[in-house]
């Protein structure tokens, strides 16, 4: 059996074992014992931002179009004979993928046939097959959700957002990328970006439910440490220059909407200074953001209130704080009928906010609700399947959580808030009814 190091956490009562294996990768297992179903996901740290790197030696850097790590996940899920969801499905296990800025992973749930599934997952994402028809292919498909996307208010608002506080980062960037670039995609391009971010090395597989942690491992390891993988190369992840400003103050699309949605938000001037040192000061801020944007804008929250008695929001209005180690950013969205007025209301309640102080006694209240709410996310095994890797992959530990919100002090979260909630890094997207046949 691999060797293993545990990671514990007494308040949780909870325990994630941790291993390598001799081809590089990372194996970890939170056992969840009593509990019927089972997750695994396998993930790799290769997202939409990662569009140009470097291998080291390599004298040129190589660029690639927007899309591609989202259409190698596409890819990767369909065989030369079919798709693996046929295969999961057989099993009686349910199976999904994601791609997000910075993490690719796939993964499946089941009560039975846990290993056979197991099996199916791992052989997949290591056996690629691509040609230059089933690439071309895909594209039509791909195609398809592009145009899905650019037809969703919603994802509109955000994406304009993003548009508007960032200069040149991929962030900006849609996740399935355009039909434009889409099309330059080749199964060249596609084997190689495979072999920069598919590494073993570069990936984690984690397993959540009543299963064995050396169970898990000595799978893994009959499984792919006797595969004949490449050397791990290393590389470097380039991102272009990005100024502290926001590009513009506003944007605004017409679409067939019945009111205005309004997407408004901050660029976080300051996360980069969290890049060397990652862990518990990202945790810290993401954690303490989320407490005080409860305490701010929460559904109880004064704020909150009086922007619902004004008719200003309804139940969409939502909030979200976003880091990363290269940005980050706080959003408000919902819809509106007054989406200027909104937008100069929660700025004016945000200054009061801040000009008054957080009360103490309030950001406690908010404190005991958001750990309530993450103690009971724990016997969510879904819960625990999507967020652990999203964490780990930040250097975080999840099981950290509940003792990082814990130790925040008010004045440490609002510190934090008045370096965030600056003016001059507000931006604004608006997504309007189009005008009646014949009057735009």
Request: proline fraction near 5%.
């Amino acid at each position: 059996m691999p060797e293993m190091e545990l990671d514990r956490s007494e308040l949780l009562r909870e325990e994630v074992a941790y291993t390598r294996l001799d081809c590089g990768l990372e194996v970890a297992t939170m056992r969840k014992r009593g509990f019927a179903k089972k997750y695994a996901v396998l993930a790799t740290r290769y997202g939409s931002c990662d569009t140009k790197f470097r291998i080291a030696g390599a004298l040129d850097a190589v660029s690639t179009p927007e899309g591609v790590a989202h259409f190698l996940e596409h890819k990767l899920f369909e065989e030369e004979n079919g798709s693996i969801d046929d295969i999961f499905a057989d099993l009686g296990a349910y199976s999904n993928a994601f791609t997000n800025y910075t993490m690719t992973g796939y993964l499946f749930s089941c009560v039975d046939n846990f290993w056979p599934a197991f099996d199916t997952l791992l052989d997949f994402v290591m056996r690629p097959h691509f040609t230059d028809e089933n690439v071309e292919r895909e594209k039509g498909i791909i195609e398809q959700e592009i145009r899905m996307n650019e037809d969703s208010p919603d994802w509109q608002g955000v994406n304009g957002l993003l548009k508007a506080l960032y200069h040149a980062h991929p962030v900006r960037d849609e996740i399935a990328g355009t039909v434009d670039s889409v099309q330059r995609i080749t199964k060249e391009m596609l084997y190689e970006c495979y072999r920069t971010f598919y590494h073993p090395s570069n990936m984690t597989l984690f397993v959540v439910g009543d299963v064995s942690a050396g169970d898990v491992a000595d799978r893994a390891s009959a499984l792919l440490d006797g595969r004949d993988f490449a050397p791990a190369p290393e590389v470097e992840r380039i991102r272009p220059d990005e100024p502290s400003s926001i590009r513009v103050q506003r944007v605004e699309k017409r679409m067939a909407v019945s009111e205005p949605i309004v997407c408004f938000g901050y660029k976080d001037p300051n996360v980069s200074s969290l890049a060397s040192s990652p862990g518990q000061p990202l945790m810290r801020r993401i954690i303490g953001m989320e407490m005080l944007m409860h305490t701010l804008a929460g559904t109880s929250s004064a704020l909150y209130n009086a922007l619902y008695e004004e008719g200003l929001i309804d139940a969409s209005f939502d909030w979200d704080y976003d880091c990363e180690h290269d940005y980050g950013l706080a959003m408000f969205e919902g819809r509106s009928n007054s989406p200027d007025r909104l937008v100069k209301r929660v700025t004016e309640g945000i200054a009061s906010f801040l000009s008054a102080g957080v009360d103490p006694d309030e950001f406690e209240r908010t404190r005991r609700r958001v750990i309530g709410s993450m103690l009971r996310s724990f016997d969510s095994l879904e819960f625990i399947a999507y967020n652990f890797l999203t964490y780990h992959f930040r250097n975080m530990r999840l099981i950290d959580s509940v003792d990082v919100a814990r130790s925040i002090p008010p004045v440490e979260a609002q510190s934090v808030a008045r370096e965030l909630f600056d003016p001059d890094s507000l931006a604004v997207s608006v997504i309007t009814p189009r005008e009646p046949e014949g009057k735009e």
